[in-house]
């Protein structure tokens, strides 16, 4: 339709910037307009497709994606990986056998998607999927995992014909657009099912799992059983992740007609990192940073069990507004156990300031600077963790301040 403007990958990233975003919009209005624009699109580009792997849920998405990703790659299938959000730079978000694109690979690609379509239908979320389908036909990967955005039939990794679609535990998030119980949510979820795939499933609530099943034209097969293998990844709901994982990786070897191989399976699950996801940093004087982008209760209910094994000394938390936010404050003050919790405002329009947090709990002090106060926390050498979590921009926020701790990569 046009000619290609962006000459860098930051020029790209302040259009899409310009750009709606469904998690600010209270209807999901602007999501079906996109879907229909990029339905029309995909149909005209005809773009060579791999097999697709879509991951759906609330919590465990990436986690799930990434190890699936990484098996694919270890058992020598040319895999393409699609998450979001990303932590520092959008490139996190498509990735070639845990690689990221190059930005001379991101910017053909928007030549060509900008040549073939009116991208000012998409939205930031859709115009991103957009550019991934037309990497990973360029790149001809065998399989590519889809992490859904919010979900549901709508979604953009929706519009794809999945062999394998992957459903990790639904919880309560986003209400304002999905709806305010486990059973509203599970069912804008599961409208993303599709006739002709193999529908996996985390086990899930029974109002949840009665509504996965009544929707499904066929049946779901659940992944109850415990995981064998040392995980990397930190925090007891890994094991649930992970299992779900290997059972997609089981279906997936059976249809390229490959062996899974378990020494592979052992060293994937053993060396799998994932960026800001109970990750641990050595800081100055060896204090130990943690780092965690639980945002809702259910991540947050995950983190304060992990944390019950851990000397927690000083929590650095932000959010942005939510239905739950009480719930999920309320959350962060049993993690503290009574330790100083710093809050930081991150630059978003839904970030909730310091102002607004005091509301909720009036215990947590003012973080104007980020470094400047996590370095005076460790100036007094404190014995035990430091933990910062809340939203994934506050992890990506973090890494921008301090960049030599930033190493991405979804393989050690």
Known sequence: MKENTYKTIESLYVMLLSKQTTRIQPTLVPVTHAYEALSHYISRCGFSQPRYIQILGTNGKGSTSVYIANLAYKHGVNVGLFTSPHIVSITERILINGEMCTQDEWLEAV?????????????????????????????????AVMEAGLGGKYDATSILPHCIQCFTP??????????????????????????????LS????EEVKDVLCKFAPQDIIF??????????????????????AYLAWSHMCHMLSIGCVESYVEEIYRETYFLGRMEEIVLSGNTRLLLDGAHNCAGLEALYKYCETREIKAIFYSTVYRESIQETVT???KIARGTPIYYFTIDSPRAV???????YDTSYIHCPSLRATIEMVCANNIKGDILLCGSLYFIGYFFKEFPEYYRFRIKK
């Open 331 to 333: 959350w962060v003050h």
């Open 111 to 143: 030549r060509i998607v900008e040549h073939i379509c009116d991208t000012r239908e998409l939205l930031f979320f859709e115009y991103i999927f957009l550019l991934s389908i037309y990497i990973f036909s360029s790149k001809n990967v065998e399989i």
């Open 353 to 359: 300031s310091y102002e607004d947090i005091l509301q």
């Open 170 to 199: 639904i919880d309560l998030d986003h209400e304002h657009i999905l709806g305010r119980t486990y059973r509203a949510i599970a069912e804008q979820k599961a409208g993303a099912i599709q006739k002709n795939s193999i529908v």
């Open 202 to 205: 985390a086990p899930q609530k």
């Open 223 to 244: 992944s109850n059983k415990t995981i064998k293998y040392t995980l990397s990844l930190q925090g007891k709901h890994q094991s649930i992740n992970a299992s779900l």
